[in-house]
């Protein structure tokens, strides 16, 4: 009998399959392993990882994380084979699984406490097959072998028997590398396994990887989709010798994916000139126009709380619809009037219930009916206002029936005479461009609804073309049958600042759309003109966000670039800020360049991206007459859009493709 024996203990004891101490310490070691890597190694690796690629990141951590669970389960194994011994390699198989999957619970009780965002059962049911992959490779290792006597040195605990050293290491070697390599790739990369704990990894220690830090981006910029749009307008213009003057009232909704939605109306006025003639002995004719005009909006937010989207079409449909609509056409101003009296009424209201009715023996509101009436009386009342200035003009060319072609003679009144132009079709070419610059100051911070001071500047650009059938020389035909289509291009750049005024966000809008329609289109050129049109339109956009926040490495990066292109001026105004970026102007196209070359690059490096596509439905409709130089005219225009798809790109993770939340069409 060999010297081990003398210590009472049979070569090979009987044992259940599953050993619960072995099974036990199994699971710890796991645990323990994690947590050595998680709280020493990674933050000590932060600054090393972060500049790193997301791809590598994340294989990093599945290798790393393989080799601890595979090593867990090579002492698993070993422990069992020192005090029962064994008799093959799979022997220790069923106590060391029994530890992994201890292990695993307790990691998947840690991560849901923990609040992970993207994590399900679902997904973290597919982290259990793995971790028992990984530890059991590491227990079929372990030689089966006889039992051993204990020993109270600790460095018996970690020597490893004769018979697996030597030759054996270099199998244990290879085997643990094709383990890692096959289970970690194959399990880890194909699935979504790893994901939870690199990310859990990678924001406990500062760093950013794979998916669930961009999607977490996404998050923390706000990025929500626009999942419904409706812009509507009244107007009406009086002409004179060629000068316009025009009142124009809009109110637009917006429906988030959150939830949420956010309506805007606004009133406003502006002067133009009109100009146009006839081109002599053709049937062609040319049309100017330019506009300068001012609005004043109000801004109301609507968050899921305060009821989200249905409470802002309630209050659209309040506001402006039916007779309300009529009426702030014809009373300039009229919705300041209903804004002032909405507020003056909320406050007399207050007073009656918080002192009038107490003072003659009633209750004082509860904190419940106090807390009622504050969301109320919020959802009633503007959020911030918007004050914008823009300038339109548009050229235009006619041909073809309806315009007004010179003779070459003169009339009585020696002027030049002009008689209309023969025809069946009539045809319109138009271009237009509109810049606009709009100011946004919020009138309260820290409340659910509140909306930061903004500036948004803009340049649209649009070309469209109407084939009208139809004149009064034609037979068999519907009269003034009008095919349109259209095509635009624009741009816009949106600047949202903090309490103190100080940039926080710049976002980045460009689009382009095409599309076609019809209706009914009465020639110009005569006394009395009109249209009833409608459009189906495709439009792409792309949104670029960049986080201004100088609190962080990046945010400071990206604010000391956009300070290098834009300038930020401002008043304030009651203690509210009134804030204005714009491009430097001035200097030649070379110092222009590279003022802008350093934002350019943080955008490349930094930027969020979302890429959305709209379906579009416009609807035109208005009239005119005309009479010896005096004109009237009035229209009615309305825009919906519908988001049909959308996709987030981080560039900060290499334009890593982001799945978002509640973005997809309906």
Not at 30 to 51: C, D, H, K, N, Y
Request: hydrophobic share 40%; glycine share 14%.
């Amino acid at each position: 009998m060999s010297s081990d024996r003398a210590y009472g203990r049979a070569a090979f004891e009987p044992h259940p399959a599953i050993v619960v101490g072995v099974a036990l310490r199994t699971g710890l070691i796991i645990l323990g392993l994690t947590f050595v890597l998680g709280l020493l190694v990674l933050p000590a690796a932060g600054e090393i990882l972060s500049v790193m690629s997301p791809g590598v990141i994340l294989g990093v951590l599945i290798l790393v994380s393989t080799s601890l669970r595979f090593v867990a389960g090579v002492f698993g194994a070993r422990l069992l084979r020192r005090r029962y011994g064994t008799t093959s390699r799979t022997e220790a198989l069923a106590s060391v699984v029994a530890g992994a999957a201890v292990a695993w619970a307790v990691y998947v009780g840690l991560v849901f406490l923990a609040g992970e965002p993207g994590s399900s059962w679902g997904r973290l049911l597919w982290e259990l097959p793995r971790w028992i992959v990984e530890a059991g490779i590491g227990a079929i290792l372990i030689a089966p072998g006889e039992s051993e006597p204990p020993d109270p040195a600790l460095s018996r605990f970690t020597r490893f028997r004769r018979s697996d050293v030597g030759a054996a290491s270099l199998e244990y070697a290879g085997v643990m590398f094709v383990a890692v390599v096959v289970v970690g790739s194959a399990v880890g990369l194909l699935t979504p396994v790893g994901e939870v704990f690199a990310a859990k990894i990678c924001e406990a220690f500062g760093t950013t990887c794979g998916t669930n830090a961009a999607e977490q981006r996404a998050k923390d910029l706000k990025v929500t989709c626009t999942q419904y749009k409706r812009d509507r307008d009244l107007g009406y213009n009086v002409v004179f010798e060629g000068v316009r003057g025009q009142r124009k009232d809009a109110d637009s909704i917006t429906k988030y994916g959150d939830g949420s939605a956010t309506v805007v109306t606004s009133q406003g006025s502006g002067i133009g000139l009109d100009g146009g003639s006839s081109i002599k002995n053709l049937p062609l004719g040319y049309k100017l126009n330019a506009t300068i005009s001012g609005d004043l909006g109000y801004v109301y937010r609507f968050p899921q709380e305060y009821g989200g989207d249905q409470a802002a079409q309630d209050f659209v449909d309040d506001r402006r619809s039916g007779w309300q609509e009529a009426a702030q056409i014809t009373v300039p101003q009229l919705q300041t009037i209903e804004e002032g009296a909405t507020r003056a009424a909320d406050g007399v209201s207050n007073w009656v219930q918080d002192d009038v009715i107490p003072f003659f023996g009633g209750d004082k509101p509860s904190k419940q009916d106090l807390a009622e009436r504050e969301r109320d009386q919020r959802k009633n009342t503007a959020d911030a206002i918007q004050v914008s200035m823009s300038l339109q003009g548009s050229v235009g060319i006619e041909a073809g029936n309806g315009v007004k072609q010179k003779t070459g003679n003169k009339t009585s009144t020696g002027a030049d005479e002009t008689v209309p132009a023969g025809g069946a079709l009539r045809a319109d070419a138009k271009a237009s461009m509109e810049v606009k610059g709009a100011m946004t100051v919020g009138l309260d911070t820290g409340q659910p609804d509140s909306v930061a001071s903004s500036f948004t500047g803009s340049v649209k650009v649009d070309a469209e073309g109407t084939l009208i059938a139809g004149g009064n020389d034609t037979s068999g035909i519907l009269p003034f049958i009008a095919y349109k289509g259209s095509a635009g291009a624009g741009g816009s750049y949106t600047v949202s600042y903090d309490d103190a005024g100080n940039p926080k966000k710049l976002v980045m809008t460009g689009e382009y759309k095409a599309g076609y329609g019809g209706g009914i289109q009465l020639p110009g050129g005569r006394k009395i003109g009109g249209k009833g049109l409608n459009q189906q339109i495709d439009t792409h956009e792309y949104t670029t966000i960049l986080d201004l926040d100088t609190s962080t490495p990046e945010g400071k990066a990206n604010r000391e670039a956009f300070d290098q292109f834009f300038v930020t001026t401002g008043v304030d105004v009651g203690g509210k800020q009134a804030r204005m970026s714009v491009p430097l102007a001035g200097g030649d196209p070379v110092s222009l360049a590279t003022r802008m070359a350093p934002l350019a690059a943080r955008v490349s490096a930094d930027a969020f991206v979302v890429e959305s596509t709209y379906a579009d439905s416009k609807t035109e409709g208005g009239g005119d007459l005309k009479v010896s130089g005096f004109g009237i005219g009035g229209s009615k225009n309305s825009t919906t859009r519908s988001l049909i798809d959308a996709k987030g790109y981080d560039m900060r993770n290499g334009g890593q493709e982001v799945s978002l939340a509640n973005c997809e069409g309906k």
